[in-house]
């Protein structure tokens, strides 16, 4: 049996193609999730640790400043929390992608298979640690007197499809862009860092009346998927204007990710 390799649109993400190799999926996930948690003592369980910590750390030092100053319809804990178990989605899924084929680079020359499913393979590992945390968030929620609405049946597929479309879109071109120019692996973690306290994660969108930083949040992608995360279990205000631009600009991120990946893989094992 002869199996031709032909140019692809390079707007398409060959879902054809994809699904003749979705068994690579589960094993490039698997590996991965075995990778990053073997010969570690609690396991998956560190998959709790950062937001936990974190939100932690922020309702010590600073829950108490930005509940009396802003008018949170959450307690502050149920707030923060919400926002950094999707933030690690973005945050370890955008650096696992983006590192994603400089890591694979060996199997890369050697045979054929659609790039694609290296990114999508990385950030799948993330969604695992979301499931994670989102059982322990759970109780967290309803022990803060809050709880999720019919609304949520909606509302959370549609925030972690939004998280994936920005982290997928931004992960396959920093994929792409990480194998020509290698100094972008040192740039990434700083870029992510920083995105976070441009991101209404730790601090709700309208902390600032700074017109540049309302600019910056208004068009982070991030900013959407939080947003109509807390508002499944809340009565969290949300500036449609704001959330219609967030996801305008994932898509954009999303087309134009694929678009630079299909661009530029035929070089791949070369540069790898």
Known sequence: ???EIKPRNKFSLGLKELWQYRELFYTFTWRDVKIKYKQTYLGMAWALFQPIVMT?????SFGKI???NTALSL???VFALSGFILWNIFSSGLSNAGNSMIANSNMIKKIYFPRLIIPISSILVSLIDFVISFLVFIPVLYYYGC???LRSLVLIPLSLLLTCFCTFGLGTFLA???VKYRDFRYILPFFIQALLFATPVIYPVKISDNSLFGFIMQFNPMSAPIELFRNS???YNLNIQDIIISVVVSLFLFIGGIYYFRRTEAYFADLA
Do not use: C, K, R, V
């Open 66 to 68: 930005i509940s009396s």
């Open 1 to 3: 049996m002869e199996y």
């Open 75 to 77: 307690p502050y804990p």
């Open 56 to 60: 932690i750390l922020f309702t010590l």
């Open 176 to 178: 792409a862009l990480n």
């Open 147 to 149: 709880g999720f609405h």
């Open 233 to 235: 279990f809340s009565n």
